[in-house]
């Protein structure tokens, strides 16, 4: 099937009609040749889109840890729908973001560079007019979409269509932001997103293949998931990690001072407190919501009331934190599931590329951590699945895979030369089922949110198939870690004589990786000014259906 070929129900509507056809159609024999146009038209459009171009759908989600989806093992949650995805096509177990956190990472994803050449390394507003895959893309005649949480700040470049949540965007009853100005959609933010993602691809023009990026605002914080979903988890008891009491006795570099722990940094709203009935909404009630309780009185099924603190009560925040968390996930898997049966019942699957894949990782009370930015290994891995023609089903690769690898994924796919300024590369190859000649060994990781929202010290690393090595380099500590014999990085190696050598061969790998990325430390010590989420001035347009709103996407 060629990416134009019709599903049964289709009509022309969105077909624009070359003006040589307009002629043919304004004279006076049109009737009679009305038939000849239709079969010129669908040659013409058999032309223009070869069946070698597929269609590329990229899922991406926002804070969806690598091992809170059950194809990668997960012992928390179960995502049927990601686990089709899995089996369908291809799974990388070692899939690392370059930079995690949200922003920096879709800058990354959209240009195949590294933070400190793309010119976002934090919150700051991301630069549209330098080239992006959507640009490369649209130019090669792609139709080019962007659903949801973009994050980026300025206005989406290299789109046909877009309309995306303002800043982080909101769970319930969402604004979004179109070319023509600010919208609203009734409901919530998961399966809103699905929708409108369905209906770009239903109301597509059918003589081109797409490309559509639809990203989940799920499962960011506050991880406030729909009513069913939060149904299905509320009395869900999540097994704990090994690493939820972690002391960091042995990483005193960086980890005793963060402020994203489960113990003590979840916040009245995370844990979905109810503020007294007294408190007005205000300055008064945010505090509230925002206060870090280290006693709590909760009340059990039965209705006795008890008064939780130390350890009883860490357990207790675990469980209300996981609970929301995986409830979110499970919308984001449902959204999936949905588009891929879309994609099956119009017969796109058979020339659709889905990639699924997350801005970051995140921490399920690892190292007693929720949220991202730390490079362990939780905060690393990111979730990549792909499937669709040229993918083999089944594969499963150990070779290490970066998100700045996204971009040229996708413009090998469609053809596009990959320009020589990405630091990413195809990864193609290997999706077929092959192991490219001098593919990576090693990868590497910079950080610049320092102190950021949670006490996060600014650190750079490089992590081989054994080993990890990060650096604080405001601190200018190191540590060393051996991934076979210490999975959850619990012992620090640095200032072990007997890893000296490791220590210092991984210091030159480190020096070779910025030197052939260009990292010369351009963000080093001055980092640009937070700005994403700053409020956009634009028409306000009312409460629209998904249909009216995707209307609302062209320019
Ligand atoms: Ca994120």
Not at 59 to 68: E, G, K, N, T
Not at 84 to 102: D, E, K, M, P, Y
Not at 193 to 215: C, N, S
Not at 404 to 418: H, R, S
Request: net charge positive.
């Amino acid at each position: 099937m060629t990416p134009c070929a019709l599903p049964p129900h289709s009509v022309f509507p969105s077909v624009p009609i070359p003006p040589t056809l307009r002629l043919v159609r304004s004279f006076p024999m049109k009737l009679l040749l009305l038939p000849l146009v239709g079969l010129q038209l669908l040659l013409s459009l058999a032309a223009a889109a070869p069946a070698t171009r597929p269609n590329i759908l990229f899922i991406f989600s926002d804070d969806h840890a690598q091992h809170a989806i059950s194809a990668y093992g997960s012992k928390v949650n179960q995502t049927p729908h990601l686990d089709r995805l899995a089996r369908g096509g291809a799974r990388f177990n070692h899939a690392f973001v370059t930079n995690s956190i949200c922003t920096p990472s879709r800058a990354v994803v959209l240009t195949g560079k590294y933070s400190h050449a793309n010119g976002t390394p934090v919150f700051n507003v991301f630069d549209g007019a330098q080239p992006t895959v959507a640009k490369l893309l649209q130019a090669a005649g792609y139709h080019t979409g962007m659903i949801g949480k973009w994050h980026l700040g300025s206005d989406p470049t290299g789109f046909d269509r877009w309309i995306i949540l303002p800043g982080q965007g909101v769970y319930h009853d969402p604004d979004f932001l179109t070319p023509h100005g600010r919208v609203n959609l009734a409901g919530h933010v998961t399966p809103l997103t699905t929708q409108l993602g369905i209906e770009f691809l239903d109301t597509r023009p059918r003589d081109k293949p797409f490309f559509l990026m639809l990203h989940q605002k799920a499962p960011h914080r506050a991880w406030e998931p729909d009513a069913k979903n939060k149904a299905l988890f509320k009395d869900r008891v999540i097994p704990e990690p090994s690493t939820l009491w972690d002391d960091y006795a042995t990483r005193p570099a960086a980890l005793p001072e963060n402020r994203q722990t489960v113990a003590r940094d979840l916040t009245r709203r995370d844990l979905k407190l109810e503020p007294p009935a007294d408190l007005a909404p205000g300055p008064a009630r945010q505090q509230w919501l925002g206060a870090k309780p280290m006693e709590l009185t909760v009340t059990s099924a039965d209705g006795t009331a008890r008064t939780l603190t130390g350890p009883e009560l860490v357990k207790w925040k675990y469980q209300r934190y996981m609970q929301d968390y995986l409830a979110c996930v499970q919308g984001v898997d449902d959204g999936v599931g949905e588009v891929l049966d879309y994609l099956d019942r119009t017969g796109l699957a058979q020339n659709t590329i889905v990639i699924y894949s997350s801005d970051n990782g995140w921490y399920l009370g690892d190292l007693g951590m929720y949220d991202k930015r730390f490079m362990y290994e939780p905060g690393l891995h990111i979730p990549l699945l792909a499937r669709g023609p040229g993918i083999k089903a089944g594969a499963v690769t150990d070779l290490f895979a970066l998100n700045a690898d996204f971009a040229p994924t996708f413009l090998e796919f469609a053809g596009v030369k990959i320009p020589a300024e990405m630091h990413g590369r195809s990864l193609v190859p290997i999706l077929r089922g092959e192991k490219p000649a001098g593919w990576r060994t090693s990868a590497y990781y910079r950080y610049y949110h320092d102190p950021g929202h949670h006490n996060t010290r600014a650190h750079y690393g490089v992590r081989t198939a054994t080993h990890k090595l990060i650096h604080y380099w405001k601190k200018d500590a190191w540590e060393l870690f051996d991934l076979v014999r210490d999975p959850t990085e619990q012992k620090n190696l640095a200032a072990d004589p007997a890893h000296a050598a490791t220590l210092t061969e991984l210091k030159a790998e480190i020096v070779r990786l910025q030197r052939e990325l260009g990292d010369t430390g351009q963000f080093a010590d001055v980092i640009p000014k937070d700005g994403v989420d700053a409020p956009k001035n634009v028409p306000r347009l009312g409460l629209k259906t998904v249909q009216e709103a995707v209307a609302a996407m062209r320019p």
